[in-house]
């Protein structure tokens, strides 16, 4: 987790618990970006997206 103090500043000052969820904000936020830009149809017909958000709302509570 040393890397989120050196993409945030702020990183330091935050909890480990804060710094894992912010990872898995971007990690998702990537995710859902490439899968759209890769094959959209099938990842919203799969509903991908869908859980793709479930773990966003699920790291961020």
Do not use: K
């Not at 618990?17 to 099938?42: F, N």
């Not at 479930?54 to 961020?60: G, V």
């Amino acid at each position: 987790m040393e890397a989120v103090a050196c993409v945030v500043p702020e990183g330091v000052w935050i909890t480990l618990g804060q710094q894992m969820r912010l990872v898995a904000l971007a990690s998702v936020v990537v995710g859902a970006v490439r899968a759209l830009a890769q094959d959209p149809d099938t990842v919203i017909e799969r509903g991908d997206l869908d859980r793709m958000w479930a773990l966003l709302d699920h790291a961020i509570a």
